[in-house]
Structures are given as C-alpha cells and as structure tokens.
C-alpha cells in the first residue's frame, strides 16, 4: 500500500517510524521545512516531498504517487492544510485518516481564548495592571493579531531560528533583544528560566498538545504564578465525518489490522 503522511510533526515521525518497523507500505512524506523532510527521511520515509501543497497540487501527489491511504498528522492550527487533504482525498477517492493530538489536562491560571485577536485583547488587560512583559509561545504567523492588540513596547517572542522568521519580526517592528530564536520543545525548567529572564506577567501560547511542548509551558508558568492565555484549538468542520484517532497505536493497529476496505 502506498500510504501519505502528511507531515512536519514529531507526532508523523512517531507514525513514519513505527509504520516502516512493521510494515513494508511504501511511505510518502510531505513537509513545509527542509528540517521536516529531514526528520521524516529519518524516521524511514521512502519518498519526501518538501513543498506547501494546495488542494490542486496535492491530488496531482495523489495520484502520480498512487496513494490509497492519507494519514493527515499536521499540526492542529494547520486548518488550511487539513481541509486541503480533506477535500483532495475527496478528489481524488483516497482513503483519509486524521490523527489528532490528544487534549491534555491543564492546571494552573489558564485564560481561555478562541483567538489570537482575543488572547491579545486579554494580554492588553493584564499589562494595565502590572509591571512586566507578555511573553510570546505561538510562533511569528500569530504575532500580528496580538501586537494589533499590545502594542511593540512590552511583548517577547520566541521563534524559530529561521531568517525568515527573524525578518519577519523586525518587519513588526520587534527589536533584536525582545527576539528568541530558538527550535524544539523546552523543558519546564529553560521555559521557567525564560519567563523569569525577560520579566514576563503572563504568556500566549496555544493548544498544541504535549507534543508541542504545551505542559512545559503552563507547568513553568504556574510555577511562577502567573496566567497563560491558551488559544483553543480551531473547530475543523469538515472533520465531523472523518476518522479521527488520537492515539498513534489505535490508528496504527486499524491499518495493522486491514480495517480500510481499498
């Protein structure tokens, strides 16, 4: 079987890695960063595709490629991505999985948003009241919609250590010293460090999961007593009548288990 895994994800590689240890499927990776293609090269994907693939281009993959199955393991902000695979799977009559990281528990100040407008909105409060910084855990594409709302003066950032992420920073108006270039998931203590560093009274991230590093992040946060401002994850309603695991071993054991009818 030919199987595309949509990926970019520790959660894919996760998949890619186990998936080749049991399996002889051959495997077609897709990524937006070379570093992406990197990890799934890794993790024993036969074939890796490292562009961004719009809903016309990835049925071209489709179909070139012969693939029976989309295993979409994107990040859960990556909507456009999704319904792109949703809608191509449609397309080109793909069998389409979706894994979907599960939702921890969180303790701690959590104030919930359902957007990054929103979650600045909440930050901009918060910074009338006290002395500090909003410290920035959402990567550049988010950065906009919150400093709409705060302002350039009192926000820190931490992206990935990209030019084009850097460029795009300055572009906002962020100076070199209020930038943290940094990649990978942190531990609790380097992100209680970090909090402590650059002075920050509250943090915006979003529901990433654990595998994004999410518990660190509010554990680190609680630690120090202040709030993290949690951006919901996006509502996809073309998931509503798809299969959805969230559990690596469950999606693995149906397609283990020849529960796909090709």
């Keep these: ?39 799934a090269k890794a993790a024993g994907a036969d074939k890796i595709i490292t562009e961004a693939l719009n809903r016309i281009r990835l049925v071209q993959v489709l179909k070139i490629e012969k693939v029976d199955m989309i295993i979409d393991a994107t990040h859960p902000f990556a909507v456009k991505a999704t319904e792109n695979a949703i809608r191509a799977s449609e397309e080109a009559s793909t069998y389409y999985i979706r894994f979907e ?21 909440v ?29 350039r003066e009192r926000i820190v950032v931490r992206v990935l250590p990209h030019p084009r992420s850097i460029e795009a920073c300055y572009r906002m108006g962020i100076p070199g010293e209020r930038i943290i270039a940094m990649q990978g998931t942190f531990s609790r203590a380097l992100n209680r460090e970090i909090m402590k560093e650059y002075n920050a009274i509250a943090v915006i991230t979003k529901e990433s999961g654990e595998t994004g590093g999410l518990m660190e992040k509010v554990k680190a946060a609680e630690d120090l007593r202040i709030p993290v401002i ?22 693995l054991a149906f397609i283990w288990g020849k529960g796909v009818k090709l």
């Design 230 to 251: 949690l951006v919901n994850r996006p509502f996809i309603e073309k998931l509503e009548d798809k299969l959805v695991f969230d559990d690596i071993d469950e999606l």
């Design 101 to 121: 990281r599960p939702t921890p528990e969180l303790d701690g100040d959590i104030l919930r948003v359902d957007s990054f407008k929103g979650a600045g909105r």
């Design 123 to 151: 930050a901009a409060k918060i910074l009338e009241d006290e002395d500090g910084n909003i410290l920035h855990l959402a990567g550049v594409s988010t950065l906009k919609d919150v400093i709409d709302e705060i302002g």
């Design 1 to 39: 079987m030919n199987i595309l895994v949509m990926a970019g994800t520790h959660d894919a590689v996760k998949i890619i890695k186990k998936l080749k240890e049991s399996t002889d499927h051959r495997i077609i990776a897709t990524t937006t960063t070379d570093y992406g293609g990197r990890l």
